[in-house]
C-alpha cells in the first residue's frame, strides 16, 4: 500500500513556487518592498584593491538628507526623498519617501579612513579595509 500525503505535495508545489518567484524579472522581495511603500536603493559594490568603493543613485537627495553609518563589516545609507509639491501627476514613477540600505561586506573596515561624495545625484563612498585584514609584506632579510 503507497501512503499519500497531500501537504508534503503541498509543500512542493510552494518550493516551486519560491523558485519561480526567484528567477521572475521582478524578485519577490522587490514586491514585497513596494507594496509596504519602502523606497530602494540602488548600489553597486566593488571592491579596489584595499578599498571598497560603494555607488549609489540618489538623484534629488541633499547632502543634508544622507546619513551614513559605518560599524565593522557593515555600512548603512539612509536617506529620504522629497516629495514635489505638485501633485497632480497621471503616472508618478519617481520614489518619494524615506530609505535605508544596509550593506554587509566580507571583511572589517576602517569607518575613521572612508570618504563620501555626491556628484550629480550619485553619491560614491569609499571605505578601506581594516588594517587587521589587509596583506602585509615582510621584507626578507640576508644572512
Known sequence: MLYYDPLRRMQRLMD???RLMEQSVIPARAL????RGKVSLPVNVR?????????????????????????DNTISIEGEFQAPEEND???QEIPVGAFQRVIT?????????????????VLTL???K???V???EIKVKAK
Open 16 to 18: 516551486v513556487m519560491d
Open 32 to 35: 514585497e518592498e513596494v507594496s
Open 47 to 71: 571592491a579596489d584593491g584595499d578599498t571598497f568603493i560603494i555607488t549609489a543613485w540618489v538623484p534629488g537627495v541633499s547632502v543634508d538628507d544622507l546619513h551614513i553609518q559605518i560599524l
Open 89 to 91: 501627476y497621471l503616472v
Open 105 to 121: 561586506l566580507p571583511t572589517a573596515l576602517e569607518p575613521g579612513e572612508a570618504e563620501a561624495e555626491l556628484r550629480d545625484g
Open 126 to 128: 569609499r571605505v578601506p
Open 130 to 132: 581594516a588594517q587587521a
Open 134 to 136: 589587509r596583506p602585509k
